[in-house]
């Protein structure tokens, strides 16, 4: 058993998403949004490398030596599986563990809307999302395929950094392929999805035009394919997807979207009232024939009309979503309203309560 093993225990009881374990700093967990300080001594740069190498393997080591950056995925049985970053900073190795819970939520049980059931009840398209990092969006998509893989017979392939939720196969064949385990990019999988049969790809992240550009291709050519992107509406996701390309091609690229894409789920996480937990506030464009005409005349700016008459079509704007979720209870006036500014502000959509509780000292990191 690794000695990392206690503290990672420790984090899903105390309902910690992220542990970072810093050379030359107490490490800390965040708890509902809010990065909490625990009751420990510093850790040595020795004691940091030596924790953190303990989980890694020769191979890892040497990746690492070599980048001085590492992504992977570190399993804990009765815990669930964890999304690392291993680092150096100016003190030395410092890691971030990334909690994924072994159990994969419905959607109803994670709050979302219902309406997104609508968006994977297709048999091919381009539907993305989208959000700030740690704003959920790797669990909506794990509860979307979860649901396609219990009601549907379908070929899955997910393409990941790492594999984060593990999906068994029910209705469905799921082959989950890690970068750097299972394939040497993004973009390499991509292109040897299209030969392996697929009914669905997903696409953990879309980083850059080559991928982009495969993902468009793959929803053109007949398969549903899933991608995040770190933006923080759905009409920015739009206009990201098409600034990625030369200006030379983006005339052609609007068509190709505005004919693909499905929809865009954008979405973030506010504290509840009472600050134990988080709720998703979530905003949903489905793309319908008027807003794939706005698409392919570079209107993008006139989709936000279309949005606000657009519930009967399945759509949802951040706006309305907050006023439901006040009205029910589930947040707060100040948080719903806050996070309203500092949309229209442009800021990163992301909100924490002002107080969490410090955790008890552990022997884990003795």
């Not at 770190?230 to 690229?253: L, Y």
Request: hydrophobic share 40%; net charge negative.
């Amino acid at each position: 058993m690794a000695r990392l093993d206690d503290l990672l225990r420790q984090m899903k009881q105390q309902g910690a998403s992220d542990l970072h374990l810093t050379s030359g700093s107490a490490p800390y967990m965040r708890i509902h949004g809010d990065m909490v300080k625990l009751n420990y001594k510093s850790v040595s740069p020795e004691t940091c490398q030596s924790l953190i190498f303990e989980i890694l393997t020769d191979r890892q080591k040497e990746l690492f030596s070599e980048e001085w950056d590492l992504d992977l995925s570190y399993p804990l049985a009765g815990v669930g599986r964890f999304r690392v970053n291993v680092f150096m900073q100016r003190h030395g190795v410092s890691g971030v563990f990334r909690l994924i819970p072994e159990e994969i939520k419905t959607i109803k049980e994670l709050e979302l809307p219902e309406q997104l059931a609508t968006l994977i009840d297709v048999s091919e398209g381009l539907v993305l999302v989208t959000g700030p990092t740690g704003s959920g969006k790797s669990t909506t998509l794990a509860s979307l395929i979860h649901t396609i893989n219990k009601e549907s017979q379908a070929h899955i392939i997910t393409v990941e950094d790492p594999i984060e939720f593990v999906h068994e196969n029910q209705r469905c064949l799921i082959s989950q392929r890690e970068i750097a385990s299972h394939t040497k990019s993004f973009t390499a999988a991509l292109r040897a999805a299209l030969r392996e049969d697929p009914d669905i790809i997903l696409v953990g992240e879309m980083r850059d035009l080559e991928t982009i550009s495969l993902a468009i291709t793959a929803a053109e050519t007949g398969h549903l394919v899933f991608g995040t992107l770190h933006t923080n509406s759905a009409i920015k996701t739009i206009d990201r997807v098409i600034d990625v390309f030369p200006e030379g091609q983006q005339t052609q690229i609007r068509v190709m979207l505005s004919e693909s894409l499905r929809g865009v789920v954008a979405q973030a996480l506010l504290p509840r009232p009472d600050h134990n937990g988080r709720v998703p506030v979530v905003e949903i464009l489905v793309n319908i024939p008027a807003v794939a005409n706005l698409i392919r005349e570079g209107k993008t700016h006139q989709i936000a009309n279309v949005m606000q008459t657009g519930r009967a079509h399945g759509m949802v704007t951040f706006e309305s979503a907050i006023h439901e979720l006040i009205q029910k209870g589930l947040i707060s006036k100040e948080d719903g309203m806050s996070f309203l500014r500092r949309r229209s502000a442009g800021k990163q959509i992301t909100s924490s309560p002002p107080h969490a509780p410090r955790l008890p000292t552990s022997p884990a990191i003795n």
